[in-house]
């Protein structure tokens, strides 16, 4: 039967080899046999430019790139990873989509995207979000030297965590009248999406009809990837080895 596979949010870094060869498996003996493999963004745990060309990253393209020779691979930007351009992305084999994409998946129009924009009781978060997306503050950051990228990325990411620690879970979970507003503005009835590490499907209302909200689990403790066939979309789990 033929099939999909969706991930997002593996936050891949060198420091945790264990979620990267998870990874490796799935690419080598699951996703190079689908029909096609989207990543919805925070593929990696920090992104700091194209430039910063190392084997740890490259090894990752590499192996993107063998699966593309079998299924086409696409990505849509997380909010740790807005930064990948398509020098890495050409590498790797994917296409780049729009933060909100509408795909047809065997018959049925599904919204695509990461999901930090819905996320709007996160105001602080919101904010960065919307600057760090504009023109300007891209450009500023990757002319920026390697070196002090690397210092502000790590910067961010400890400063991230400590607010993390401090925010009410449901400040940190979607707006369910955005989910039903992203819904009603492309007239679709299912949505997938990462960025809460909150697996589930959810069913909801929208367009005065039934819908669904299918939540990607992240990859900090197994591998979540989400199968969807003709007749099923089904959450999966590859343990680590």
Not at 101 to 129: I, M, N, S, W
Not at 217 to 226: A, F, I, R
Request: charged share 25%.
């Amino acid at each position: 039967m033929p099939f999909t596979y969706f991930i997002a949010d593996l936050h891949l870094s060198a420091d945790r080899p264990d979620i990267t060869d998870c990874l490796m498996r799935f690419l080598e003996e699951d996703a190079i046999n689908a029909d096609a493999l989207y990543v919805l963004g925070d593929l990696f745990e920090v992104w700091i430019g194209d430039d910063d060309i190392n084997p740890f990253n490259t090894a990752v393209a590499e192996a993107f790139k063998q699966v593309s020779r079998h299924c086409p691979i696409y990505f849509i930007h997380g909010n740790r990873d807005f930064a990948i351009r398509h020098n890495w992305l050409n590498k790797a084999g994917m296409t780049l989509l729009s933060e909100q994409e509408v795909v047809d998946l065997y018959g049925t129009p599904t919204l695509l995207t990461h999901g930090d924009e819905l996320c709007t009781k996160d105001v602080a978060y919101q904010k960065f979000r919307k600057k760090s997306r504009g023109w300007w503050w891209p450009r500023l950051m990757l002319a920026l030297p390697l070196w002090y990228r690397r210092r502000v990325a790590r910067n961010g990411r400890a400063q991230s965590k400590a607010n993390q620690q401090s925010l009410k879970p449901e400040i940190m979970d979607v707006t369910p009248s955005e989910v039903v507003d992203a819904l009603e503005k492309w007239g679709v009835q299912r949505m997938i999406h990462g960025h809460t590490h909150r697996p589930k499907i959810h069913s909801l209302q929208a367009n005065g009809k039934s819908a669904t909200r299918i939540v990607l689990g992240d990859w900090y403790d197994q591998g979540s990837v989400l199968k969807v066939t003709p007749n099923d979309a089904m959450l999966q789990h590859h343990n680590f080895m």
